[in-house]
T-cell receptor, first 109, second 112 residues
Framework: KNEVEQSPQNLTAQEGEFITINCSYSVGISALHWLQQHPGGGIVSLFMLSSGKKKHGRLIATINIQEKHSSLHITASHPRDSAVYICAALPNTGNQFYFGTGTSLTVIP | DTAVSQTPKYLVTQMGNDKSIKCEQNLGHDTMYWYKQDSKKFLKIMFSYNNKELIINETVPNRFSPKSPDKAHLNLHINSLELGDSAVYFC???????????FGPGTRLTVL
């Protein structure tokens, strides 16, 4: 069993829709990292957060440390948001990131 | 300006060969990492270096040997390549250990 679970595994949305991707983890963590992997393969850091909420453009990440849960929201989704979104949890022991298996998002025009 | 670069981008080789992948970062970061992404797209840490010192060495065959000549470079050498080594290998860096990570473009290794 993976320490980090993401849902859904696959998501198809119409352009303009509000999208939520969930990440839950089984260990106590000190931080959570959201990454985006483009269809071409490159990986980009979106957020790293340890509490509350962070916003960058149309992307919002929230985390509830006590509930061991984080969400990534995309407002007014666009086809260029189509990618795999990966969350990675840094345990309190801080010895490595545990990665989720990713959520594949397709936004249809 | 490229922040984390890797060469080569693609590497196709025969079983049993030895190959190297190079990684360089110009972000002034202290920590660098090598990850392996398998066919199911799962990222797994292989090695981490902080200030040229090895700090993470996951359960990786000793055919894989990282080398960090300075803080800006972390190269990966693989001996006696096997079919199961086929994957995409990503280099990453962060300002300090387990801070926000910045990834290179990846090297797709195919072993025939």
């Amino acid at each position: 069993k993976n320490e980090v679970e993401q849902s859904p595994q696959n998501l198809t949305a119409q352009e303009g829709e509000f999208i939520t991707i969930n990440c839950s983890y089984s260990v106590g963590i000190s931080a959570l990292h959201w990454l985006q992997q483009h269809p071409g393969g490159g990986i980009v850091s979106l957020f790293m957060l340890s509490s509350g909420k962070k916003k960058h453009g149309r992307l919002i990440a929230t985390i509830n440390i006590q509930e061991k849960h984080s969400s990534l929201h995309i407002t007014a989704s666009h086809p260029r948001d189509s990618a795999v979104y990966i969350c990675a949890a840094l345990p309190n022991t801080g010895n490595q990131f545990y990665f989720g298996t990713g959520t594949s998002l397709t936004v249809i025009p | 300006d490229t922040a984390v670069s890797q060469t080569p981008k693609y590497l196709v080789t025969q079983m049993g060969n030895d190959k190297s992948i190079k990684c360089e970062q110009n972000l002034g970061h202290d920590t660098m990492y090598w990850y392996k992404q398998d066919s199911k797209k799962f990222l797994k840490i292989m090695f981490s270096y902080n200030n040229k010192e090895l700090i993470i060495n996951e359960t990786v065959p000793n055919r894989f040997s990282p080398k960090s000549p300075d803080k800006a470079h972390l190269n990966l050498h693989i001996n006696s390549l096997e079919l199961g080594d086929s994957a995409v290998y990503f280099c990453a860096s962060s300002q300090a250990v387990w801070n926000e990570q910045f990834f290179g473009p990846g090297t797709r290794l195919t072993v025939l």
